[in-house]
C-alpha cells in the first residue's frame, strides 16, 4: 500500500502548487485537506481525524499571513498566534506521537534584513543565521520554528523558510 502525504490548506497558493508537485510521485497517496475537510483552529478534532488517517507526511500550508494587519489589532493577532503557532505545534506533537515527517513552512521574516552587506552570500540568509524578527508576524514564526524543533528533534522534520508566494489565492481562515 502507498503511503498517506497529507497536505492541510490545500486550497491555499503553497497547498495547491504542492499538490501538483506530489500528484506526480507515485509513493504516496495524496489526502489533501482545506477548511471544508478541517478546521484547524478546532484543535481536538484536529488531532483526532489526522491521527485517525494517520498519514507517513505532513504538510502544513496554513498560515496566516496579513503581515500589516496584526502588528495593530488585536483580533488579527490572536488569529496570528492561533495559525501560525498554536496550529503548527500541535501538528509537531501529532507528527511525533504517529512517527510521521513534519514539513512546516515558515518565513524569511524571521530576519530583520540587516545582512544586506554580507559579501560571502550576496545579501541573502543562511539556514544557520541567528533569527531576528522585528515584527509580530516574524516573531509568531521563529516562535513556532523553535517549539517545532525543540518537540521533533528525534523526528524526521522539515522547516522551509520562504521569501514569497506565487499562485492562486484561493482560501482563507479569516
Do not use: H
Not at 500589516?68 to 483580533?75: F, K, L
Not at 495559525?83 to 513534519?102: C, G, H, M, R, W
Not at 543565521?129 to 521533533?152: C, F, Q
Not at 524526521?156 to 482560501?171: D, E, M, Q, T
Request: hydrophobic content about 35%; some cysteine; aromatic content about 8%.
Amino acid at each position: 500500500m502507498n503511503k498517506i502525504a497529507l497536505i492541510i490548506g490545500s486550497k491555499g497558493m503553497l497547498g495547491q502548487e504542492l499538490m501538483k508537485s506530489l500528484e506526480k510521485n507515485t509513493n504516496y497517496k495524496i489526502v489533501a485537506w482545506d477548511r471544508d475537510e478541517i478546521d484547524v483552529r478546532d484543535i481536538e478534532k484536529m488531532r483526532k481525524v489526522i491521527i485517525e488517517l494517520n498519514p507517513d507526511v505532513i504538510y502544513n500550508a496554513v498560515a496566516y499571513n496579513a503581515v500589516d494587519a496584526c502588528e495593530e489589532n488585536e483580533e488579527e493577532y490572536n488569529k496570528l498566534q492561533k495559525l501560525n503557532v498554536e496550529v503548527p505545534i500541535e501538528l509537531a506533537k501529532i507528527s511525533k506521537e504517529i512517527d510521521a515527517t513534519f514539513v512546516q513552512y515558515s518565513s524569511d521574516y524571521v530576519f530583520g534584513g540587516d545582512n544586506t552587506k554580507k559579501v560571502d552570500y550576496k545579501g541573502g540568509y543562511t539556514e544557520d543565521e541567528k533569527t531576528n524578527p522585528i515584527s509580530k508576524y516574524g516573531k509568531s514564526r521563529v516562535e513556532a520554528e523553535e517549539a517545532i524543533e525543540d518537540i521533533l528533534k528525534d523526528k524526521k522534520y522539515y522547516i522551509i523558510r520562504l521569501s514569497k508566494l506565487f499562485g492562486n489565492p484561493a482560501s482563507s481562515l479569516a
